[in-house]
């Protein structure tokens, strides 16, 4: 739930990804799909917007 990805249709196609680090400074994760894996790195800035670096198969559509 703090990387946020969720999948939006079937066979993992297209994902959201949607961080929220409550707490946290920064987080970073994997999610397992048929095309391979999508990593999400997240770090809180300074003036508290979030940098995220999303690095995800060429088969799927990351949405933010």
Sequence with gaps: NV????I???GCKKVSVK???GDLSW???TYPTP?????VFCKM???GTLDVQ???PKEIEVVR
């Design 3 to 6: 990387m946020g990805i969720q």
């Design 35 to 39: 095309y391979g894996d999508i990593s």
């Design 8 to 10: 939006l249709e079937p």
């Design 45 to 47: 800035r300074s003036d």
């Design 19 to 21: 961080p929220n680090l």
């Design 54 to 56: 999303v690095d995800a």
């Design 27 to 29: 987080a970073s994760g």
